[in-house]
């Protein structure tokens, strides 16, 4: 059965860093997209970065975290990575993994498997 689990999240002052990781089971996932969102309370489900397939190696990410935040993701350990730096009150969210196949690395629709979350939380 497949299954994504993340963790790393927790309470961090602005300006801190955080890195959360995502397990993955089941299946190898290096033929898949690997994306992170985030969903902040009374919000939408939004994007936060991707990573796209294992040789192709496209990243992206939403532009308010541009510059602070890096998605990896290590082959072997079957794991995905979001370095979040100069973290802001602002990215106080649950975040998400997600794994797909679909051509887009950013319309959640493209994704087919989605971890529980782990809560960030930035104090100002």
């Known amino acids: 059965q497949e299954q994504l689990v993340e963790s790393g999240g927790g309470l961090v002052q602005a300006g801190g860093s955080l890195r959360l990781s995502c397990a993955a089971s089941g299946r190898t996932f290096s033929t898949y997209n690997m994306g992170w969102f985030r969903q902040a309370p009374g919000k939408e489900r939004e994007f936060v970065a991707a990573i796209s397939r294992t040789g192709v190696d496209i990243t992206t990410y939403q532009g308010s975290v541009k510059g602070r935040f890096t998605i990896s993701r290590d082959i072997a350990k079957n794991t995905v990575y979001l370095q979040m730096n100069n973290l802001k009150p602002e990215d106080t969210a649950i975040y998400h993994c997600?794994?797909?196949?679909?051509?887009?690395?950013?319309?959640?629709?493209?994704?087919?498997?989605w971890g529980q979350g782990t809560q960030v939380t930035v104090s100002s």
């Open positions: 997600a794994a797909g196949t679909g051509w887009s690395l950013t319309s959640q629709s493209n994704y087919n498997y």
